[in-house]
């Protein structure tokens, strides 16, 4: 029988990454509690449409990416592909805007596109984000990227990283600069590809995020949108950055920055990262004021981003700031069968008192066991055999300092 692989674009998370995994989520629970945000879950499958009416139709997402099915019921399914729509959807369920008036929630979890897998996107990825409804005030723009901001400066990532900050403006404002900018393409438009053709009916402020070099020079000199602000707009996008100023988050401004979802209103922004190379976008986000009334809820604006959690970690193994070593407190070492009962009891009172133990259960040889436990980042060893179980006591070694000594059984939590 031929060897069963995994699909192509996932990919396994083996113990030797999986502690960075962690150390990552640590952080990202513990920042967003300072910041007072709250975990959110949602189900990794929902209705197609739900993403087909937020993210947007004409969006390489809906159209190529997403990964649905017919349930047996007739009714279409799709694997997760972001989860802002999920977000959404579940705070309109459950009436959150009726529990206070400001809901932060923040997510982590994984997702799924059928895009072509390459170095930091995979076919399911894993992403951590944020969402604030019920404020439209510029402050809680504010506050969404300081916490990002935040989040990489405990990872070690801020050296290396760069935020783009845009506003793409109101709806009057958007009207106004879309018929602007498609009078500008369209002489020009037989010489863009099919894709920004098709955005040029669409969604032509996305022709902006191209990555083609002839369509960034056709680009050169197109309108902008700042030039199409409303007097609410400026005044937000001003406050905005005034407010990043006074908590000294430096930002340079990007006209030409547009997120890729149909869903996004005023400000946007983007970290990043140069440990990435060209695919150097590390987190990005928005404010996106309408997507809730879109998907049948009250008028409520909000703001939010989200952060591709195997792009972070992969910054963090350019500047070597991962670790492979597990946090473990003790090896235990025990030589003869007959001192198993009396090790294993040890174990669980080391345990009991909040230490990390491992305890050989391949029954090797001491100097074999002596090997494994230098490599697996222990501080101590602990070594019973013979002698040690007739006299109730055991020898623990300081495998840092290279001490060894022998005590009391009954003494060794307090030693330790």
């Known amino acids: 029988m031929s060897q069963i692989r995994s699909i192509k674009g996932t990919h396994d998370i083996l113990p030797k990454e999986s502690i960075n995994w962690q150390r990552l989520e640590q952080i990202m629970h513990q920042v967003c509690r300072q910041f007072g945000y709250r ?5 990794i499958f929902e209705e197609t449409r739900l993403f087909t009416r937020s993210v947007g139709e004409e969006t390489d997402i809906v159209s190529k990416e997403m990964y649905s099915w017919e349930d047996k019921d007739g009714s279409s399914l799709t694997l997760r592909p972001e989860l802002t729509a999920s ?20 997510y982590l979890g994984p997702l799924f596109r059928r895009e072509r897998p390459q170095k930091g996107r995979q076919r399911q990825f894993h992403q951590f984000g944020v969402e604030a409804f019920g404020s439209l005030h510029p402050e809680q723009d504010a506050e969404i990227i300081a916490l990002a901001w935040h989040i990489l ?24 600069y879309k018929d602007a900018l498609k009078d500008f393409i369209r002489p020009n438009l037989m010489q863009f590809s099919e894709t920004s053709q098709r955005r040029f009916e669409t969604n032509p402020l996305r022709i902006l995020d191209t990555k083609a070099d002839h369509e960034k020079k056709l680009l050169n000199g197109a309108p902008i949108v700042s030039d199409y602000f ?8 001003d406050s905005v950055q005034q407010f990043l100023n006074a908590m000294d988050i430096p930002f340079s401004l990007n006209p030409k920055l547009v997120r890729g979802l149909d869903y996004y209103s005023r400000t946007i922004f983007e970290f990043s990262s140069s440990a990435l190379g060209a695919q150097d976008a590390l987190l990005g986000g928005g404010r996106y004021d309408q997507l809730v009334e879109t998907l049948g809820g009250k008028p409520t604006p909000a703001i939010g981003f989200a952060a591709g959690m195997e792009r972070i970690l992969i910054a963090l193994e350019s500047i070597e700031k991962t670790k492979s070593d597990p946090n473990l407190d003790i090896y235990f070492i025990c030589l003869e069968d007959d001192g198993l009962p009396v090790a ?15 305890m050989d259960s391949l029954r090797r040889s001491i100097k074999a066991q002596l090997r494994e436990a230098n490599k697996s980042g222990a501080g101590h060893v602990l070594i019973l055999g013979n002698d040690e179980i007739e006299s109730n006591t055991i020898i623990m070694k300081d495998l840092k300092k290279g001490e060894q000594m022998t005590l009391q059984q009954s003494s060794l939590i307090e030693k330790l």
């Open 230 to 237: 409303t007097d609410d707009d400026k005044i937000h996008f």
């Open 87 to 106: 977000v959404v959807r579940s705070y309109i369920q459950h009436n959150l805007g009726n529990h206070a008036p400001s809901q932060r929630l923040y």
């Open 344 to 358: 294993l009891s040890l174990c669980q009172q080391l345990r009991n008192a909040g230490r990390n133990v491992v």
């Open 153 to 176: 400066s405990v990872c070690g990532l801020i050296a290396n990283t760069k935020l783009h900050l845009n506003s793409i403006g109101s709806s009057d404002c958007r009207s106004a």
């Open 39 to 43: 975990e959110i879950r949602t189900p």
